[in-house]
């Protein structure tokens, strides 16, 4: 839910987006003072939600979680990071409170960032590195300030790596609120605000090991928020009709809740989707779970013998009795279908293997699983 008072921005859309395209939000609804809105895909694929709320802390509906993935890491600062406001001095308003559960803290100056970052480039880019690979469903970033101006929107980019931090996915684009969304003493006068970006298909990402945030200036000075543009916005692909912002948010917490990603070859259910490791989709293209050619030379010395019959056995589960898991190789014995597979491991199967059954110390013949 996105809720505002302001009735005056009835008619604005919204958008973020997730490697280029773009989300709307519809036409809002005014009912009673509180606007609720819902999210529409651009497209018919899966896409993230963001939900905002606002106002005190006990309006957000969420508070700061201290048992989150990332509790207590601190990230690494990257190239272009442009460090803190210089009123924000103490280490602990510094990369610890990103994740140390608090919020503000009596400082009234945590999580500060610096000012005037150049338009369009992000004042804080911070890397976090996951001791074990995740599966992520929700991303929460507070903001706020004692003085409830425009240092309590925000505008930021999430990007998820699982090969620790080589290759990033498309970026997801967050703008708090709407461009020209004003607070200051006079509109609105919110302490906090809070985004939380989940998936409509259930996880943003999967088998994560690091994730990486861009955070932008906010506003203008004077309370009022703006994307961080001059001109046309890439993320959206529209210009919000104002100059970049100079202002900084105060990031008070960020929250990553999520899942183990599912491990390849322990037999067990990790994730808790129900399938388990190479039957797991979360597992397709993983080492442990890629098939030798021909397939029935389970243990890849390059013959079809007693050995990998032994592995196919275990694995053997009869027509409609599933693939069995007590092998990660197990998927690989399910050939029907040309070797799309039918989801047992039965008679079929067994042909196929005997087709390419070569004896010890034999090479076995790549083409015997061709057809």
């Given at each position: 839910?996105?809720?505002?008072?302001?009735?005056?921005?009835?008619?604005?859309?919204?958008e973020?987006?997730?490697?280029?395209?773009?989300?709307?939000?519809?036409?809002?609804?005014?009912?009673?003072?509180?606007?609720?809105?819902?999210l529409?895909?651009?497209?018919l694929?899966?896409?993230?939600r963001i939900?905002?709320?606002?106002?005190?802390?006990?309006?957000?509906?969420?508070?700061?979680?201290?048992?989150?993935?990332?509790?207590?890491?601190?990230?690494?600062?990257?190239?272009?990071?442009?460090?803190?406001?210089?009123?924000?001095?103490?280490?602990?308003?510094?990369?610890?409170?990103?994740?140390?559960?608090?919020?503000?803290?009596?400082?009234?100056?945590?999580?500060?960032?610096?000012?005037?970052?150049?338009?369009?480039?992000?004042?804080?880019?911070?890397r976090?590195?996951l001791?074990?690979?995740?599966?992520?469903?929700?991303?929460?970033?507070?903001?706020?300030?004692n003085?409830?101006?425009?240092?309590?929107?925000?505008?930021?980019?999430?990007?998820?790596s699982?090969?620790?931090?080589?290759?990033?996915?498309?970026?997801?684009?967050?703008?708090?609120?709407?461009?020209?969304?004003?607070?200051?003493?006079?509109?609105?006068?919110?302490?906090?605000v809070?985004?939380?970006?989940?998936?409509?298909?259930?996880?943003?990402a999967?088998?994560?090991?690091?994730?990486?945030?861009?955070?932008?200036?906010?506003?203008?000075?004077?309370?009022?928020?703006?994307?961080?543009?001059?001109?046309?916005?890439?993320?959206?692909?529209?210009?919000d009709g104002?100059?970049?912002?100079?202002s900084?948010p105060?990031?008070?917490?960020?929250?990553?809740?999520?899942?183990?990603?599912?491990?390849c070859?322990?037999?067990i259910?990790?994730?808790?989707?129900?399938?388990?490791?190479?039957?797991?989709?979360?597992?397709?293209?993983?080492?442990?779970?890629?098939?030798?050619?021909?397939?029935?030379?389970?243990?890849?010395?390059?013959?079809?013998?007693?050995?990998?019959?032994?592995?196919?056995?275990?694995?053997?589960?009869?027509?409609f009795?599933?693939?069995?898991?007590?092998?990660?190789?197990?998927?690989?014995?399910d050939?029907?279908?040309?070797?799309?597979?039918?989801?047992?491991?039965?008679?079929?199967?067994?042909?196929?293997?005997?087709?390419?059954?070569?004896?010890?110390?034999?090479?076995?013949?790549?083409?015997?699983?061709?057809?």
């Amino acid at each position: 839910m996105f809720t505002t008072r302001l009735g005056y921005i009835e008619d604005v859309l919204v958008e973020f987006s997730k490697g280029g395209e773009v989300m709307r939000m519809m036409k809002m609804a005014l009912t009673g003072g509180v606007l609720a809105v819902c999210l529409l895909p651009a497209s018919l694929s899966a896409e993230p939600r963001i939900v905002v709320t606002q106002g005190e802390e006990a309006d957000l509906g969420a508070t700061f979680s201290s048992i989150d993935l990332i509790q207590g890491l601190i990230p690494q600062a990257l190239p272009g990071d442009r460090g803190w406001h210089p009123v924000n001095t103490d280490p602990a308003d510094q990369l610890p409170a990103f994740t140390d559960g608090a919020g503000m803290r009596a400082t009234g100056l945590t999580g500060l960032l610096n000012d005037f970052p150049p338009a369009g480039e992000p004042t804080k880019l911070i890397r976090y590195d996951l001791p074990l690979p995740v599966d992520v469903e929700e991303v929460r970033v507070f903001t706020g300030n004692n003085n409830r101006d425009g240092r309590v929107f925000h505008t930021y980019t999430i990007a998820f790596s699982s090969d620790g931090g080589e290759t990033f996915s498309p970026e997801i684009y967050v703008q708090s609120h709407p461009s020209g969304t004003i607070n200051n003493t006079q509109f609105n006068q919110w302490r906090v605000v809070l985004s939380r970006v989940t998936d409509t298909s259930g996880r943003l990402a999967t088998r994560v090991n690091s994730i990486r945030f861009h955070f932008y200036a906010a506003d203008n000075s004077e309370g009022q928020t703006r994307d961080p543009f001059n001109g046309v916005n890439p993320y959206t692909g529209r210009d919000d009709g104002f100059n970049a912002p100079i202002s900084s948010p105060l990031i008070w917490e960020i929250d990553v809740f999520g899942v183990p990603s599912e491990i390849c070859d322990n037999g067990i259910d990790d994730d808790g989707d129900g399938d388990v490791d190479c039957l797991d989709s979360d597992c397709t293209g993983s080492s442990e779970c890629t098939c030798n050619d021909p397939f029935a030379d389970a243990d890849g010395d390059n013959d079809v013998d007693q050995s990998d019959f032994g592995i196919f056995q275990s694995c053997y589960g009869g027509e409609f009795g599933g693939i069995l898991t007590t092998s990660p190789y197990c998927h690989c014995f399910d050939r029907d279908y040309g070797g799309q597979g039918d989801g047992d491991v039965d008679m079929e199967d067994f042909n196929a293997f005997i087709a390419c059954l070569s004896g010890p110390m034999i090479p076995a013949d790549p083409a015997c699983d061709d057809n």
